[in-house]
């Protein structure tokens, strides 16, 4: 069988491109008429988590206009606690962890209703332990993980059933020991991370059967060095994150071969217009850029800020709030 | 693919255009964005006055095909078809919501992995008068031929069945087809994991029965012997001799990184 690979071209970049990627990201979004930047209101509240990580990352918070985004998230939340991706956009868990996640990182929740963000989480948990994305009653381990991300940043993980909730991510477990959307549903990369995370974030990562996930997750890497998502895939800069994460989580971040991973990252750099694309010569945007550089990241590069594998969010905001996380170690 | 993460556009490649395709192409965007623009702030504001209606759908419709992971413009078509549904008779509504499943395979045969389209497909099934579930399995029949791996229409496969009366045996017999069609199938690969031990229970909790296991190891064997770098197989093999209360099964697993290795 063929795999389904790329080839990396030998000249492709094999420097990290940072002053390219400030100069991107700094300018996403200036041009409000810009027609992705218009079609992607839709998630702007992610949109902007991802660039700021990034850009802290890099060491270059101070670039964007914090008083601007500030009052953005502000404008965005809902009576009901929960917040929306956009201003007029509908609450979803999904954009209320992005708003909780950019606040945090400010050192700055104040601007926003707490108690009504731990009311809303609260009240979209059900009875199976799993939690609704919104009132229209979607489920999925994504949210699950939303859900205790964002209460263990606020500091309230007490106001859910967290039993329920853990056994809910357990009752999503495979035969391979990854985790899918719902019971029954496929493993793959990003649920397994969101799944971890939330048995991170519980501690009970006791449940995981860590060295068959292990060899599931280390089996993403190709031969080009890049992951793929799930058995026979592509590889793609946004799974050097879910995996790279995982496998840190269960320590055996050492099963990949760390070398070509970076290869492949640096080469889904657009060595012109700044920004990491999915796959070497694809478009870049923030997403990419934001996974392509915490997975870096994670692989020790000195020239960007720690990252945490259970928040992708800087170290250093999670050591500032004394947060407690289990991980394993090897 | 759309939705916080596994969730934006992927796989575009960057082609180099001249300046002058540039201001051409840019120019035909800015006209679809002018139309996109002006149809939101319009059906924000009918959402306002509540001003509910066969407009509000036809504006909502044509926003989604353009941009069908845009989840707060589905959840206003979820509430005109909600209030619609008290002022049109069962008849007329059950017309109104075989165009909302029109409108969703539209929106799916441009992005099959829309999260936003399989969701209001779900919704859309629970909420009219007589919804036809044979229909909806030859849809998924349809999505998996052209994507055997999409995990969203796996998904609303295993939704569709719930809700019908499609047994885990019939379903068994699907993914005996499809592993048949191609080894290579993780997804039904998986979902074999998860009917097994239904269909053929033992009395262990989560085994299978002894006989169906050793049939169900020729097939995986075969699997294997057919494209040793196969990590389906592999994974499924793994599985298998995890199923039987055996002593044989229970020695192999114990050596099987090993034995992985070696084969490898
Ligand atoms: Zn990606």
Redesign the pocket.
Same mark, same amino acid.
């Given at each position: 069988m063929l795999t389904k690979d790329v080839i990396i071209s030998e000249n492709s970049t094999k420097l990290l491109l940072l002053k390219k990627h400030q100069d991107y990201l700094s300018a996403y979004g200036v041009k409000k008429d810009n027609y992705e930047y218009c079609m992607t209101e839709y998630l702007r509240m992610s949109g902007i988590y991802w660039g700021m990580t990034a850009m802290d990352l890099m060491g270059s918070l101070d670039l964007l206009d914090k008083q601007q985004i500030l009052d953005f998230v502000r404008e965005c939340q809902h009576v009901c606690g929960g917040i929306g991706a956009s201003k007029g956009h509908d609450p979803h868990l999904l954009y209320t962890l992005s708003a909780v996640q950019i606040l945090t990182i400010y050192d700055a929740l104040d601007v926003i209703d707490i108690s009504g963000v731990v009311d809303y989480v609260k009240n979209l948990q059900q009875e199976d332990g799993s939690f609704y994305g919104d009132k229209w009653g979607e489920v999925d381990t994504r949210f699950s993980f939303c859900a205790i991300a964002c209460l263990a940043l606020l500091g309230r993980i007490d106001a859910i059933n967290v039993d329920k909730a853990v056994e809910f991510i357990l009752s999503c477990m495979n035969f391979d020991g990854g985790f899918g959307c719902k019971p029954g549903s496929e493993t793959h990369a990003g649920q397994i991370y969101c799944c971890l995370g939330t048995l991170a974030i519980t501690g009970n990562l006791h449940y995981v059967n860590a060295d068959l996930l292990g060899w599931w997750l280390c089996e993403r890497q190709l031969p080009s060095g890049g992951l793929n998502g799930r058995p026979e895939k592509l590889p #793609?800069?946004?799974?050097s994150w879910w995996v790279l994460s995982s496998l840190k989580i269960l320590g055996r971040l050492h099963w990949i071969d760390k070398e070509k991973l970076v290869k492949f990252i640096l080469a889904c750099q657009d060595e012109e217009t700044g920004g990491f694309a #999915?796959r070497p010569a694809d478009m870049v945007d923030p997403?990419?850029t934001l996974?392509g550089l915490a997975g870096l990241s994670l692989l020790g590069d000195q020239t960007l800020k720690e990252v945490n594998p259970v928040f992708c969010m800087p170290e250093y905001v999670i050591h500032r709030l004394g947060c407690d996380l289990q991980l394993l170690n090897v | 693919m759309s939705s916080w993460a596994l969730f934006?556009p992927?796989g575009r490649l960057k082609v180099k255009t001249t300046a002058e395709q540039q201001a051409e192409k840019e120019k035909e965007r800015q006209k679809k964005l002018q139309l996109f623009k002006a149809g939101t702030q319009k059906i924000f504001e009918k959402r306002k006055i509540k001003e509910y209606d066969d407009e509000g759908l036809s504006i909502s419709g044509q926003i989604l095909q353009a941009n069908p992971d845009f989840y707060t413009c589905w959840n206003i078509r979820r509430e005109i078809l909600t209030q619609l549904k008290d002022e049109r008779t069962e008849e007329e509504f059950q017309q109104l919501s075989q165009e909302e499943l029109y409108l969703i395979e539209n929106c799916l045969r441009k992005n099959p992995k829309s999260y936003g389209a399989w969701n209001q497909r779900e919704w859309i099934l629970m909420f009219m008068p007589t919804p036809d579930w044979e229909r909806e399995l030859q849809l998924c029949n349809r999505f998996l031929d052209l994507d055997e791996r999409n995990f969203h229409c796996w998904d609303y496969r295993r939704f569709v069945c719930k809700h019908s009366n499609v047994g885990p045996d019939e379903e068994l017999k699907f993914t005996l087809k499809k592993v048949e069609a191609n080894f290579s199938n993780y997804s039904a690969w998986h979902y074999r994991s998860s009917l097994l031990p239904i269909v053929h229970p033992s009395c262990e909790r989560n085994s299978v029965a002894e006989a169906i296991l050793l049939k169900e190891y020729d097939l995986v064997q075969n699997a294997v012997f057919t494209d040793p770098s196969d990590q389906s197989a592999w994974f499924y093999h793994r599985w298998l001799l995890g199923r039987g209360n055996c002593f044989i099964f229970k020695l192999f697993d114990l050596d099987y990184f090993v034995v992985v290795c070696v084969m490898k």
């Amino acid at each position: 069988m063929l795999t389904k690979d790329v080839i990396i071209s030998e000249n492709s970049t094999k420097l990290l491109l940072l002053k390219k990627h400030q100069d991107y990201l700094s300018a996403y979004g200036v041009k409000k008429d810009n027609y992705e930047y218009c079609m992607t209101e839709y998630l702007r509240m992610s949109g902007i988590y991802w660039g700021m990580t990034a850009m802290d990352l890099m060491g270059s918070l101070d670039l964007l206009d914090k008083q601007q985004i500030l009052d953005f998230v502000r404008e965005c939340q809902h009576v009901c606690g929960g917040i929306g991706a956009s201003k007029g956009h509908d609450p979803h868990l999904l954009y209320t962890l992005s708003a909780v996640q950019i606040l945090t990182i400010y050192d700055a929740l104040d601007v926003i209703d707490i108690s009504g963000v731990v009311d809303y989480v609260k009240n979209l948990q059900q009875e199976d332990g799993s939690f609704y994305g919104d009132k229209w009653g979607e489920v999925d381990t994504r949210f699950s993980f939303c859900a205790i991300a964002c209460l263990a940043l606020l500091g309230r993980i007490d106001a859910i059933n967290v039993d329920k909730a853990v056994e809910f991510i357990l009752s999503c477990m495979n035969f391979d020991g990854g985790f899918g959307c719902k019971p029954g549903s496929e493993t793959h990369a990003g649920q397994i991370y969101c799944c971890l995370g939330t048995l991170a974030i519980t501690g009970n990562l006791h449940y995981v059967n860590a060295d068959l996930l292990g060899w599931w997750l280390c089996e993403r890497q190709l031969p080009s060095g890049g992951l793929n998502g799930r058995p026979e895939k592509l590889p #793609d800069v946004c799974y050097s994150w879910w995996v790279l994460s995982s496998l840190k989580i269960l320590g055996r971040l050492h099963w990949i071969d760390k070398e070509k991973l970076v290869k492949f990252i640096l080469a889904c750099q657009d060595e012109e217009t700044g920004g990491f694309a #999915d796959r070497p010569a694809d478009m870049v945007d923030p997403f990419h850029t934001l996974f392509g550089l915490a997975g870096l990241s994670l692989l020790g590069d000195q020239t960007l800020k720690e990252v945490n594998p259970v928040f992708c969010m800087p170290e250093y905001v999670i050591h500032r709030l004394g947060c407690d996380l289990q991980l394993l170690n090897v | 693919m759309s939705s916080w993460a596994l969730f934006l556009p992927h796989g575009r490649l960057k082609v180099k255009t001249t300046a002058e395709q540039q201001a051409e192409k840019e120019k035909e965007r800015q006209k679809k964005l002018q139309l996109f623009k002006a149809g939101t702030q319009k059906i924000f504001e009918k959402r306002k006055i509540k001003e509910y209606d066969d407009e509000g759908l036809s504006i909502s419709g044509q926003i989604l095909q353009a941009n069908p992971d845009f989840y707060t413009c589905w959840n206003i078509r979820r509430e005109i078809l909600t209030q619609l549904k008290d002022e049109r008779t069962e008849e007329e509504f059950q017309q109104l919501s075989q165009e909302e499943l029109y409108l969703i395979e539209n929106c799916l045969r441009k992005n099959p992995k829309s999260y936003g389209a399989w969701n209001q497909r779900e919704w859309i099934l629970m909420f009219m008068p007589t919804p036809d579930w044979e229909r909806e399995l030859q849809l998924c029949n349809r999505f998996l031929d052209l994507d055997e791996r999409n995990f969203h229409c796996w998904d609303y496969r295993r939704f569709v069945c719930k809700h019908s009366n499609v047994g885990p045996d019939e379903e068994l017999k699907f993914t005996l087809k499809k592993v048949e069609a191609n080894f290579s199938n993780y997804s039904a690969w998986h979902y074999r994991s998860s009917l097994l031990p239904i269909v053929h229970p033992s009395c262990e909790r989560n085994s299978v029965a002894e006989a169906i296991l050793l049939k169900e190891y020729d097939l995986v064997q075969n699997a294997v012997f057919t494209d040793p770098s196969d990590q389906s197989a592999w994974f499924y093999h793994r599985w298998l001799l995890g199923r039987g209360n055996c002593f044989i099964f229970k020695l192999f697993d114990l050596d099987y990184f090993v034995v992985v290795c070696v084969m490898k």
